[in-house]
């Protein structure tokens, strides 16, 4: 092997998709047992770069080296097989196999004799970098939850069980809880020690900054710079992402609940086995209420109970004022409710329809004509409007959402339900991979929508966001409320953290 200084070099890489050029001239090194940041606006190229090392894109021009040696992968295989392994920030989890078939997927001949896969040895393997890694082992013949910080964690233990030289994490970080989120600085660490080296993105810079050792750059396709970590501020990072001033001030002023008398949902003794027991508030109109809680808190099953669209086994929710119980999700549409699911891949958007198809979908019903007749003029201004006023980047209304960078597909699922006329907003991790503008856009919206009097209620695994952003705050723990607190002095992230462990 050719003696190196870097454990990976990029040379003058090159990668456009028809006439978008995502990656220009990019020069990159990694040095062994370096954590190095990755950030920029969405659309800048980040992903694409990841992308590129990870063998899932070839690229157009330039030269990759890994210890020195030439390297050009032409599948997640090749990099594998070079030392690389990659989480990427949409799901790569296949639910209906079972979660060692998943962690060694496209690598199960080491198991199979006569075509006969040896499950013991499978499960054995899978639970031993389960348990080095520290991360939560599974029972026999087990099967994604499809709860998207679950498929995360074996998407991480498929990277891990290459035994990588490089990670490369995609915003996994905005998927997981705090507890779990605390595991995977303690596997990064881990790599540092061990001389192996971790490419992390993240849209938090604050979290960027607090885990790397250095910081690159990314602007329309182009590196900006390269920065040491303990050389730099948040406030410097912003400007390099986007070569203006961000004012650091995204969330709420005032500091006091503020919201009018009327109650909007009555939600009661809400029950659903295995994930929320006996849960009952209300929310008034022009109030945020927010849930936080660790892994398998049961958080990111409320949003769905309100909307209908999970089965309880008790309790109810009824929009109070002409008293109609939310069955499933055709009523809650009906009347006015709109949901926005943490995981807009599969709960949300249609990825290979067109923007104008999943930006007017909320809103057929009262696009349509007497006639029952939909025109195409109407849902090209409305679709146009959107891409208009939310700046979403992209070639126009008939370019499919799966060609959009994560931040510009949430605007879109967050703006299509904004363009109705609605009594109520569900957010879950509303601001889930998302860059540091589109997130103060999002803050925005939220509080212009609490002026006219929108009841919302939000769902994060980010505490500076529920306490950014709510007027009041429910802790939930094993499925069961545990506190709330009211917007005041004792919002702090210690006093929720408190009550959440």
Not at 22 to 39: M, Q
Not at 213 to 222: A, N
Not at 400 to 415: C, H, P, R
């Amino acid at each position: 092997m050719s003696e190196y200084n870097n454990l990976l070099e990029i040379r003058g890489l090159y990668k456009s998709f028809g006439s978008t050029k995502a990656n220009i001239n990019v020069d990159f090194t990694l040095k062994p047992g370096e954590i190095r940041g990755l950030i920029g606006e969405n659309g800048s190229g980040k992903s694409t770069l990841l992308s590129q090392l990870a063998g899932i894109y070839g690229h157009d021009a330039g030269e990759m080296f890994v210890k020195g040696e030439p390297y050009r992968p032409e599948s997640p295989l090749d990099a594998n097989r070079a030392g690389i392994a990659m989480v990427m920030q949409e799901l790569g989890v296949i639910e209906k196999l079972p979660i060692a078939i998943n962690m060694f997927l496209g690598r199960l001949d080491k198991f199979t004799t006569a075509g006969v896969i040896n499950r013991k040895m499978l499960r054995d393997s899978a639970n031993a970098v389960l348990t080095k890694w520290e991360l939560p082992g599974f029972g026999k013949n087990a099967m994604p939850s499809g709860a998207i910080e679950h498929n995360k964690i074996i998407e991480l233990a498929r990277a891990l069980s290459v035994e990588p030289d490089i990670l490369l994490l995609d915003e996994i970080t905005q998927s997981l809880s705090l507890n779990n989120r605390t595991k995977l600085y303690k596997i990064m660490n881990r790599f540092k020690a061990m001389g192996k080296s971790v490419i992390v993105i993240t849209h938090d810079i604050e979290e960027m900054i607090a885990i790397t050792d250095s910081i690159t750059v990314l602007r329309d396709g182009e590196v900006v710079g390269d920065v040491l970590t303990a050389e730099t501020t948040a406030e410097k990072v912003r400007y390099m992402m986007v070569g203006r001033e961000i004012s650091g001030d995204y969330y709420r002023a005032d500091r006091a609940p503020d919201y009018r008398d009327e109650v909007v949902v009555t939600a009661e003794h809400l029950t659903i086995p295995g994930e929320v027991e006996d849960l009952s508030f209300e929310v008034h109109r022009g109030e945020i209420l927010g849930f936080c809680g660790l892994s398998d808190s049961g958080i990111h099953s409320v949003g769905k109970a309100v909307y209908g669209l999970s089965k309880l086994k008790g309790g109810s929710v009824r929009l109070t004022a002409k008293d109609i119980t939310v069955k499933n999700g055709a009523v809650a549409l009906k009347h006015h409710m709109a949901y926005v699911p943490k995981d807009r891949d599969n709960e949300a958007l249609m990825l290979h329809a067109r923007i104008i198809d999943n930006a007017t979908l909320p809103s057929l019903g009262i696009l349509r004509s007497a006639l029952d007749f939909l025109s195409p003029r109407k849902l090209k201004k409305l679709s146009n409007e959107m891409i208009a006023k939310l700046t979403v980047k992209t070639t126009g209304y008939a370019q499919n959402i799966d060609a959009l960078s994560g931040g510009n597909k949430q605007k879109i699922n967050l703006g299509r339900w904004l363009a109705k006329d609605l009594d109520v907003l569900i957010l879950d991790c509303p601001t889930r991979g998302v860059d540091v503008g589109v997130k103060a856009y999002i803050y925005q919206l939220m509080k212009e929508a609490k002026e006219q009097g929108i009841a919302m209620i939000l769902i994060s695994d980010e505490l500076t966001e529920v306490i950014g952003m709510a007027d009041n705050l429910i802790v939930m723990k094993d499925g069961r409320p545990v506190r709330s607190i009211t917007r005041g002095d004792s919002f702090t992230e210690q006093s929720v953290i408190e009550v959440m462990i």
